[in-house]
Structure formats: structure tokens, C-alpha cells
């Protein structure tokens, strides 16, 4: 592990200059042949663990938690839960999705009513940088199935024979007097609309299936253009040279001891650096969480191995069903500058030293001995300009502190310049006392961030009552 913090160090690094506008071409980073891997993952049970999270690798096998381990997105919408997210790059690099299932179990939903009468949507973030993410909306897939009872386990790839995306999910409905999960598929361009739902997976008899992902194959490398792993009670392998052609089933895991009695939520991802293969499967009945097992051919069940122990780590936090991008250098460099482990502060109130900011219901404040994460932000490099700092909220992740007019709000980043000026600051010597800082204001260099009756302002300062109230320590 040594190694990979070397590199992530030395990557964050070139990563931060990238961010602040400094030069950033170095030896180190201009030969760089091999960028990263980004996992998109939620961890566990409960409001928080069923978010999104991010993961890093330099190899594929060695993982190491962004944002401190910390949530990356959070959903607002729907059952505000998500599970089961896959990360979709388009073709061209210029737009990417996150599609999730809408799901929070122990949170509002358990199993049973999830089962039976769950969320008919899958949640959807937008980006065109990785960075900067829309706010999350519904997709309602399952509700033109006839009695469609939920939607699970979404996944989404181009289909070049059609031009748009083939989107995939799993449904409860009976049909012909079976009440089971099959897999569903819609074609979508944007991910806000979709044609007619489908049945995409069947198996017979009472056999459910519900997560299932597919790899494209490089050409030589088997015999199909496209090879999908499900968990169907195995984890079945099955190939096909068109997406929604037919499918030729090739086997399943179970000879190397893995069947869908132990695990479950395929997640395929392919080493940039040879011809090989990691298909993670997600521990569910021993509650570990993801495990890797890797191949030279994903068409051919007999060429899989289970890793060595101590030849692959997931790092400190359980990792469930995601999936794996393949970073080119340039995202890696903005992944590491925005989603790096940079420390939660506070800020405390110089005349009111019992105080600090917090948000509360989006409105921002100073409140009495505070500690939670309302009261938590991330420094981070100014959204506009050098040398300046945004305060990202530690459970927000994309809200910021903006002002508007004189008020001060917690504000999602919709990715505007208006948005980025009014949200940047310059941190300079306090007003009040040199040892502590205060906050002029980006756009509006005459104002700095202040509390006036316990409300957070940005004001001109000309009196010393205004000096104490501009200036703030950065505390822990």
C-alpha cells in the first residue's frame, strides 16, 4: 500500500495545481501511461451507506477511498437511498451518468415492501466532467410494466446498432402466473426519457435474476463481441456478438466455489495494462462486501482464479455493487483534485468563541457548540480564480456557502460562473486578529463573509463590532 499512496500523493499533487490553475506538466505526470480506475459503490445498510461513494486504484486491485471515505452524492429525491449505481461514460468522453436504484433499506423501505411495492425509478445524476453533478432525478422505468412492482440493479451501454443507450434493470411482476425478477431493457439517448420497456433476461421455471453486467471484448479475445456475468442463483456467463441479440450461455462459477448463494452484483472492469479481466462479485451473505476474480478470457469459466491473499486490498470501507471506470489521464487529474481526502473544519466565531457556522434547512448561521456535519465544511480550491477557497458541506457533497445579495445559503453548484464567483472567497489575515482569518468575498472584493445576529452576511466592514464579526478560525 506504500506504493499506491506514493503515487496518489504524487497524483493529488498534479492534481491540485491542475485545479488552481498553476502549471502542471511534469515528468512524473507527462510520462504516465497507465491513469487510474474510479469505483462507484455504495457500502451498506442505513441512510448513509446506501449513497454514493468513490474509490481509486492505480492497479485495479488496490483500493483507497475518495472524499476521506465520506459520501460523494447523496440522493434527495424518491426514497433518498440509492443502490446498485453504475457510472456510464458516453461515447465521446463529453457526458457522464450515474444510475442507481432508488432504495433504502432500514431507512423507510425493508425488504419485503421493497420486494412487493417498491420505488418504480432509478435515480440519475448528470455530468460532463466527473467534477461537477446535477441534481439527482427520477426515471420511471418500471412503471409502464404492467404491475411492474419495483426497480432494481440498473446498468446502461451503448449499442452502436442503435445509437443510443441500452438500459437494463430488474423487475418484480408476475407473468403467466410467476411473480419473479426478470431483467427489463429501454433504449435511452439522454437518460431522462425511454422507449417501451422489454423483457431483456428470462430464465425458466421460478429461476430469478436480477444483477447482471456486461463487458464489450476486444477483438481476438474470445469468441463474441460481448460477454455478460448474472446472478441468477449462479453467476452465469453467457456471450453474444449483438447486445440484444441472442445470448449463448457458457457456464458459471460455481467450479472455483462461487455461486449465488455467496455472492452477487457482477462488476466487470479490464486492466489497461494487459490482457486481463477482474469480474468483482459483491461477499452479500458473509457481509465482506467486493471481492475480485480475474481471467484472461471472460467467455471461458475455466480460466478464472480467485486472487492470492494480500494481492488485492478494498480498502477501509465495504464496497457494494458499483461499477468500474477506466480513467483517462485527464479525468484521473480531475477525480484526485475534486474528490480528494481533504480534512472537514469549522469555522469559529472570534467574539462569540462558543459558536460556529452551520447550515440549517439551507440557511447558514453561528450556533452554540456545534460538532455535527452541518457544522463541517471542505476548503477547497475557489471555485473561480487562484489562490481562493469554496466551503463545501461534508454531508451536501456540491453544496456550497453562496451568497446572495447580502444572505448567505447552502447552495448546490449548478456549475455556472455566477455560481462559482459568488461562492469563492479570498482567506486573508483576520480582521480582527492577525493569528485568525476572514473571508472577502470574490466578486464583490469590498464585502466580507460576517455574522450579524447570528445569521451568516456578507457586508462591507468599517467598525470594530464588524471586524470581530468577519473573523473566524479554522478549527477541527
Known sequence: MSALRARLS???????????????????RAAAADPGYLMTHFIGEGSNGQQIYFSYSTDGLNWTELNGGGIALRSTVGTKGVRDPALVRSPNGDKYWIIATDLCISCGQNWETSINNGSRNLVVWESTDL???SEPWLLNVAGAIPDGRNAWAPEAIWDPASNDYVLYWATNKPVD??????IYSAHTSDFRSITTPQIYIERPGMQEIIDTQIVEMPAGVGNYRYVRASGDGQITLEGSNSILGT????????????????VEGP??????????????????????????????????PGTYRIPASGTYSMGATKKRHGSILSLTAAEESRVLARWSDIPANRLQSYNFQDRYVRHADFDVRIDQNVTGPDAQFRLRPGLAGTGTVSFESVNYRGYFLRHSGDDFQLVHNDGTAQFAADATFRQVAGLADSAWSSFQSYNRPDRYIRHYAYQLRLDPITTATGRGDATFRVTN
Open 10 to 28: 504524487a497524483i493529488l499533487l498534479a492534481a491540485c495545481l491542475l485545479f488552481t490553475g498553476q502549471a502542471l506538466i511534469t515528468p512524473d
Open 131 to 133: 467534477i461537477n453533478w
Open 177 to 182: 402466473g410467476v411473480k419473479k425478477h426478470r
Open 247 to 262: 445470448w449463448t450461455n457458457l457456464g458459471n462459477l460455481s467450479g472455483i466455489g462461487l455461486t449465488g448463494a455467496q
Open 267 to 300: 462488476m466487470w472492469m479490464k486492466f489497461r495494462d494487459r490482457n486481463e479481466w477482474a469480474l468483482y462479485l459483491d461477499q452479500y451473505s458473509s457481509g465482506r462486501g467486493y471481492m475480485p476474480v480475474t481471467t484472461t478470457n471472460p467467455s471461458a
